[in-house]
C-alpha cells in the first residue's frame, strides 16, 4: 500500500520560516517523478504553490516564488519544502502529491498557521 505523509508544519509568526517534509513508502518505490506540494486554505479551493520534476525543474506558484524552495532526497523518497517570509495569507492545509495519473499518491496534509 502506497503511503505519503506530510509534516512539519505548524504556528509561525509573520516572516518566519517552516520546512515541510513529504515522505513515501509502501509500494512507492521510488521518487523520480512529478512531485508536488498544493495548498487550501479555509473556504479556498486547492492551489498549486510548487513542483518538481523527475529531472529536477521546478516551478512555484507566483505568490510563492522567491519565498519557496522544493528540493528532493531520493535516497530518502523525501520532498521538502522550504518557506522563508511566510505571510498571513500563507495559512492553510499543505498537501503533497507523488506520481502522474493514473498513479497518483497524496497525503493527508499538514496545518501551517501564520498569526500576523
Known amino acids: 500500500q502506497a503511503q505519503v505523509m506530510e509534516s512539519g508544519g505548524g504556528l509561525v509568526q509573520a516572516g518566519g520560516s517552516l520546512r515541510l517534509s513529504c515522505a513515501a513508502s509502501g509500494s512507492i518505490l521510488h521518487i523520480n517523478t512529478m512531485i508536488e506540494w498544493y495548498r487550501q486554505a479555509p473556504g479556498k479551493q486547492r492551489e498549486l504553490v510548487a513542483g518538481?520534476?523527475?529531472?529536477?525543474?521546478?516551478n512555484y506558484a507566483d505568490s510563492v516564488k522567491g519565498r519557496f524552495t522544493i528540493s528532493r532526497d531520493n535516497a530518502k523518497k523525501t520532498v521538502y519544502l522550504q518557506m522563508s517570509s511566510l505571510k498571513a495569507e500563507d495559512t492553510a492545509v499543505y498537501y503533497c502529491?507523488?506520481?502522474?495519473?493514473?498513479?497518483?499518491?497524496w497525503g493527508k496534509g499538514t496545518l501551517v498557521t501564520v498569526s500576523s
Open positions: 502529491k507523488i506520481g502522474v495519473p493514473p498513479f497518483t499518491y
Open positions: 518538481i520534476s523527475g529531472d529536477g525543474s521546478t
